[in-house]
């Protein structure tokens, strides 16, 4: 089967760091996404890999590892703002359209 | 910036009833797709399009549901005989043309459909 599985929740202060983590078993990959969803909104697309390796978009950082089925969303410079749910999305090789999601994480950020 | 823009923001009907979702994806882009999402739960995938025609769909997508593109700027999911498991909010979204590559999906803000 598909699957892929994130943390429920996680908690951070403003102005640090945090890491999430995803790990992904499908059937092939084509493209990993995360998507910032607030509270009764939509997702936002926030990054997106392919290949090995990191790519880096301001305070916001995804990092790919396909041997590993793995990716983690590296989020500075913590803002109050950054409170919502990170959602992974895995595009696998028998598709071309069709985005696998994780449950998502929630981040909660305290003063 | 463009943006992709739902209609209504939440419908309530009464179960067995007929809805008509409608979408306005971004004007350039090719690719429309239908998602949704039980409260608290994950995004799940029902259906994309392409061409006038569906070009994949998941196991939710049955024979309850089906899409429209009735001109050329609204994308619309019809659910018939809707049931109290239907409740969930609803997103539309699309896509530029480029195949398989980063070709982003932007999301519109949804509808909340509430099956009393």
């Known amino acids: 089967g598909q699957n892929i599985d994130q943390p429920t929740e996680m908690t951070a202060t403003e102005g640090a760091i945090v890491q999430i983590n995803c790990t992904y078993q499908?059937?092939?990959?084509?493209?990993l996404f995360w998507y910032q969803q607030h509270a009764g909104e939509a997702p936002t697309f926030l990054s997106y890999?392919?290949l090995d390796g990191l790519e880096e978009k301001g305070r916001f950082s995804s990092f790919l590892s396909r041997s590993k089925g793995y990716s983690y969303l590296l989020l500075k410079e913590l803002q109050m703002k950054d409170s919502a749910s990170y959602l992974c999305a895995v595009r696998g090789e028998d598709s071309n359209y069709q985005l696998i999601w994780g449950a998502g994480t929630k981040l909660i950020i305290k003063p | 910036e463009p943006e992709v823009t739902q209609t209504p923001s939440h419908q309530v009907t009464q179960m067995g009833q007929e809805v008509i979702l409608r979408c306005v994806p971004i004007s350039n882009h090719l690719y429309f797709y239908w998602y949704r999402q039980i409260l608290g739960q994950k995004v799940e995938f029902l259906v994309s399009f392409y061409n006038n025609e569906i070009s994949e769909k998941s196991e939710i997508f049955d024979d309850q549901f089906s899409v429209e593109r009735p001109d050329g700027s609204n994308f619309t999911l019809k659910i018939r005989s809707t049931k109290l498991e239907d409740s969930a909010m609803y997103f539309c979204?699309?896509?530029?043309?480029?195949?398989?590559?980063?070709?982003?999906?932007?999301f519109g803000p949804g509808t909340r459909l509430t099956v009393l």
């Open positions: 499908t059937s092939g990959f084509n493209g």
């Open positions: 890999n392919v």
């Open positions: 979204a699309s896509s530029e043309a480029s195949y398989r590559g980063t070709d982003t999906q932007y």
